[in-house]
T-cell receptor, first 114, second 112 residues
């Protein structure tokens, strides 16, 4: 595998379920990001991690819980979601947390909350 | 608060046409601007990255310009092809913080 991978690619869950999204980057990068893309809305940054430490939490509800066990892996734990949380969740990475660093995106997880 | 706007929201052109996609931003204190391509249901592919000190970047049939003072960027696509059909996103990185602000995108359809 190369680049940034995300699993699962599609997920359907009920409001009482608990699930996790996984992101893995094979680029040797030190910074990782979670974005949410809702229908007809711009991408919204959710979380930023640098060297496994969270450096930004963009006012995201607590039903979304990120975890970064090492610089290659990023998880998004989901519980008691709402239908409006249905969206494409994109993971990205960059070499380091610097403004001039290009971000590389994964293919996303299409989440549907029933 | 930085806001990024992309016009038009959707565009349909015949194959072979040259076209321009527009991006505007409200706060000129940007570090860089990046154009991405997104195919339906897929992630983002970076096309061009323009640092704030640069005026333009070129890659193949793509040319992106940046006018920081007027808060505008354009993506020029020459000799469009059906394979160019996708959503094109513009994103700016402000000089403060780590946040990247995205526009809503322009959905392009190139007819064969």
């Amino acid at each position: 595998e190369t680049g940034v991978t995300q699993t699962p690619r599609h997920l359907v869950m009920g409001m009482t379920n608990k699930k996790s999204l996984k992101c893995e980057q094979h680029l040797g990068h030190n910074a990782m990001y979670w974005y949410k893309q809702s229908a007809k809305k711009p991408l919204e940054l959710m979380f930023v991690y640098s060297l496994e430490e969270r450096v930004e939490n963009n006012s995201v509800p607590s039903r979304f819980s990120p975890e970064c066990p090492n610089s290659s892996h990023l998880f998004l734990h989901l519980h008691t979601l709402q239908p409006e949380d249905s969206a494409l969740y994109l993971c990205a990475s960059s070499q380091k947390l610097a403004r001039d660093n290009e971000q590389f995106f994964g293919p996303g997880t299409r989440l549907t909350v029933l | 608060k930085q806001e990024v706007t992309q016009i038009p929201a959707a565009l349909s052109v015949p194959e072979g046409e040259n076209l321009v996609l527009n991006c505007s931003f409200t706060d000129s204190a940007i570090y860089n601007l990046q154009w991405f391509r997104q195919d339906p249901g897929k992630g983002l592919t970076s096309l061009l990255l323009i640092q704030s000190s640069q005026r333009e970047q070129t890659s193949g049939r793509l040319n992106a310009s940046l006018d920081k003072s007027s808060g505008r960027s354009t993506l020029y696509i020459a000799a469009s092809q059906p394979g160019d059909s996708a959503t094109y996103l513009c994103a700016v990185r402000n000089t403060g913080g780590f946040k990247t602000i995205f526009g809503a995108g322009t959905r392009l359809f190139v007819k064969a």
